[in-house]
């Protein structure tokens, strides 16, 4: 099977961009002391997974329960679940999960640590709770070193948890970061109450991890297939990015205007700091100017060459995570070669 017998639209990925991305992101990782776990929700798929742990990577980071679950299922045995955990029927897919991998998770507020600790109460098993802290992101976090220290303290005196350090998603200061957290780490030691772990992460500033003081872990997604967005961050080059989008011309109802047979449904609507929904690498010149669900449109007045009715082109995403959870397969490539079709397998795990 080749690139002509896919049917479009279709996810591509290429093999060789991918396994670079990942070998690079793991060699700075190892030569700055730091453990590399990678956000599964980029990609999806255990495939990838077990070969970013292969490469080195400390183990995987999901958001959510039935990501985790999927991996678990797949062989992924060192599993962080970065967003609180809450309610009943949570709680008892995560003390499952607890009992067959290692698993952690995090917190930052008294309601979400409480529930934990109601429910994990076996002080030869601990679950392993990291205090997430705001450091100017502001999504979920705590906003000081005294409210991190509270609850460090609140994980500590439960018989079933275990307080396994300190987590954030930074801004893209990274010595700002580095500050924030040391100052976190300080109050929370001088408490008598050890720091294990203090984990960061963000594709976009990957290669800056080394300047944020005190961290020992660094999560990332994006790098691995890279988009527009990491592009237009300093993340590498257009020829960096290991996925595209498949699509074919079909229509043309100007010399200047073609239309693409996937819009929203295929590419995302997401934009970014470079101009239009996608980069077309056949034409790049051209400028995806809108989408609707069914519906790329396209302005090809800067082309010197247009594609025809018929014609199928590959479209560098803006934001690649959202895409591939639209999509039920991928095509794994080597040139124009199909290695491997796969089920994205934690697609829409949204709880």
């Known amino acids: 099977m080749n690139i002509d017998d896919i049917d479009t639209p279709a996810i591509l990925i290429d093999l ?20 590399l776990r990678p956000h599964i929700k980029t990609h999806r798929l255990p495939y990838f997974a077990r070969r970013q742990v292969e490469l080195g990577a400390k183990g995987i980071n999901c958001q959510k329960l039935g990501e985790a679950e999927v991996m678990a299922d797949a062989g992924l045995t060192d599993i962080l679940i970065t967003f609180n955990i809450i309610g009943k029927a949570k709680l008892d897919r995560l003390a499952a999960l607890h009992a067959r991998v290692s698993v952690a998770v995090v917190a930052d507020n008294v309601p979400v640590i409480e529930g934990y600790a109601a429910r994990f109460t076996d002080a030869g098993h601990p679950l392993d709770v990291l205090v997430e802290c705001d450091t100017g992101a502001e999504r979920n976090g705590v906003q000081s070193a005294q409210q991190a220290l509270d609850l460090a303290r609140l994980i500590d005196a439960a018989p079933g948890l275990r307080f396994a350090g300190l987590l954030t998603y930074p801004p893209s200061d990274p010595k700002a970061t580095g500050a924030w957290l040391t100052k976190a780490r300080q109050v929370i030691e001088d408490a008598g109450i050890a720091v294990p772990k203090v ?54 109802p100007t010399e200047n205007r073609a239309t693409l047979d996937g819009g929203s449904k295929a590419l995302a609507a997401d934009i970014c700091a470079a101009p239009g929904h996608g980069h ?72």
Do not use: W
């Not at 690079?24 to 990782?29: N, P």
């Not at 991890?209 to 237009?232: C, K, L, P, W």
């Open 280 to 351: 077309i690498l056949e034409h790049p010149d051209a400028i995806v100017t809108k989408l609707s669900e069914e519906h790329a449109v396209v302005d090809l007045a800067a082309c010197a060459e247009k594609p025809g009715i018929g014609a199928r082109v590959r479209v560098i995403p803006n934001h690649v995570c959202v895409v591939v959870n639209l999509f039920d397969k991928v095509h794994l490539m080597r040139g124009n070669k199909v290695e491997q079709v796969l089920d994205v397998s934690a697609r829409g795990k949204s709880n």
């Open 16 to 35: 060789d961009v991918a396994e670079a991305n990942m070998a690079r992101a793991q060699t700075y990782a190892d030569t700055h002391g730091l453990a």
């Open 199 to 252: 984990s960061s992460g963000g594709s976009p500033t990957l290669y800056a991890a080394h300047e944020t003081d005190g961290i020992n872990e660094y999560r990332v997604g994006t790098y691995i297939f890279s988009d527009r967005m990491q592009v237009a961050a300093g993340l590498g080059t257009i020829q960096d990015c290991a996925l595209s989008v498949l699509l074919t011309v079909a229509s043309r």
